[in-house]
């Protein structure tokens, strides 16, 4: 490939008159200038070579992959009586009844499939349970847990931990009376 080269503002200017267009360098970047129209609108065109083409097509690919994306999360967790049809709390307690089952939702944002919630009980200090739900589908909602016993709970404070992926997101205290 012969021929002569020539630069980027050299090719700019061949293309527009040099009223119309402004061209800046600023540490290596070319920011190009240009009024469009009566209204003097602005516009910015950034030029940095092949490689800043490079990183932007592969950060385009990485986040269609869900690399860069909005990372999961567990935003509330909440205790509750009952749980709906979508596993949001009916209601919100801090207290049960010594022969009621506890009831715990998280609600959720961004999941992935194949993560897994855990959440892992304990009457004081001693564990009693731990729970674990895998992800089938992405996106967001709540995530219910429920734990029960055939006879009556022991009176105390309680508390349950809920981890995502393994890592502990919310936890809450409770009390049985």
């Known amino acids: 490939m012969g021929g002569v080269q020539t630069s980027f503002e050299e090719r700019v200017e061949k293309r527009a008159p040099s009223k119309a267009l402004t061209v800046l360098r600023i540490d290596g970047i070319l920011i190009l200038l240009s009024k469009r129209g009566q209204r003097g609108r602005l516009g910015v065109v950034l030029r940095t070579g092949w490689p800043f083409c490079i990183l932007a097509a592969l950060a385009f690919v990485l986040s269609a992959c869900g690399v860069f994306g909005v990372a999961s999360s567990i935003d509330d967790i909440g205790l509750t009586t009952a749980l709906n049809a979508d596993y949001c709390p009916v209601d919100e307690v801090t207290t049960f ?56 709970w022991p009176k105390g404070g309680y508390r349950v931990e809920v981890y995502l992926d393994g890592h502990l997101e919310r936890s809450a205290t409770f009390a049985v009376s």
């Open 97 to 152: 009844p010594v022969d009621r089952a506890f009831y715990c939702s998280v609600q959720v944002s961004n999941l992935r499939a194949g993560s897994t919630v855990t959440s892992r009980w304990y009457f004081g200090e001693q564990f009693i349970e731990e729970i674990n739900y895998e992800v089938q589908s992405g996106g967001f909602g709540c995530v219910g847990f429920e734990l029960a016993t055939p006879n009556h």
